[in-house]
């Protein structure tokens, strides 16, 4: 079973689907997610941060955090009707279009964007 | 090619994967997207927000900010080492643990959480 | 003493002001505040938000999350020099400008931005 | 006219109070917000963003991102009823106790945290 399916039976299952997994709430969720996740790396130093995983505690819960939030995108798009893997792609292509190898001119203001 | 080495390419072919791809300007990044997604979504009402992919404008919209979440979560998974979707799923067998269904308490604080 | 004073010594006073509170950190800080503010409310239907005051457990934990988010907002605005009192009343006079009243065009895509 | 009248004002001129700014919404619209202060601050180095005021167009976006964070987490305030200030002041005496000065013990886990 793949996680999207994985994850919507678990929905399924315990009356969540329809109850609390509509786009806006899903949103939210994937946003505190994400705030939970800023919240381990938020006072490290850079190099700290480049060393998170070999803090072991650290390390377990940035993997949990990582999944958590992977667990709320990968709802939404469902709930939304995206495939995420052929969305991610598609948009690849077209930031190959927008950042084009070997471009001389300065770093752009959008720098490092994807 | 799978998702996380089209994005490591893409990265390293621009410089941009030492230079700006550190953990914690990937967890700004993709906190900053999916403020871009929020903002899709803030002021819709539940329908709204439940027929969105009606609209095709707002639908190519919301591809474009999942694909960009997505990126973001892949490449910061990547560059920590973790991998996501195994990650996922050992996620999903604590939540087993954790929200048995058949469960007959009352729904818990954290209802809805995956 | 207002508020940003006193933020401002509570940070001295535990050697957080130099050695934590960069700009990077406190926008991520923000950031995860608003995360834990979302968790809040994520999985409340509308009408339950709109009531969460009359729950006091619910109550207490908004104040202190709202709280919180203050002060990381008045900490950022502080290290980078910012009035927030005087930059929030400027960009209304621009709001003012961007939707005026009695606009009988349609609803904007931007309708209930401030 | 203090922030959250002036704020209030706006937006019932606008039919946008009891339309667009409920609890749930006015979250989304702050965590949107400081997405694109986030987005501001990403890929800087920690000295660029010690820096970033000195950028004259750098420094009028993070003006007007701070207003407009500032903006929602008033309106929140204001529709839950909560007094901004006095939480802030509540939440400093209670951060007081957690985090007494002259601590000797290790640094914990929540450094930095207000």
């Known amino acids: 079973m793949d996680l999207r399916d994985a994850l919507r039976a678990f929905a399924k299952a315990r009356d969540w689907d329809d109850r609390y ?4 709430n899903l949103v939210m969720a994937l946003s505190a ?20 995983m070999q803090d072991p505690e650290l390390a377990w819960n940035v993997r ?11 709802r939404l798009a469902d ?6 893997v052929e969305a991610s792609f598609a948009k690849i292509e077209r930031n190959e ?3 084009p190898t ?13």
């Open 97 to 99: 279009q927008r950042f």
């Open 21 to 24: 997994h509509t786009p806006k």
């Open 102 to 114: 070997g471009d001389l001119r300065p770093v752009p203001v959008e720098k490092g964007e994807m």
């Open 64 to 74: 949990d955090e990582l999944a958590d939030v992977m667990h709320y995108l990968t």
């Open 33 to 52: 997610e994400v705030g939970e996740l800023t919240d381990l790396f938020q006072w490290l130093t850079p190099e700290e941060a480049q060393n998170a």
């Open 79 to 84: 709930k939304l009707g995206v495939d995420l």
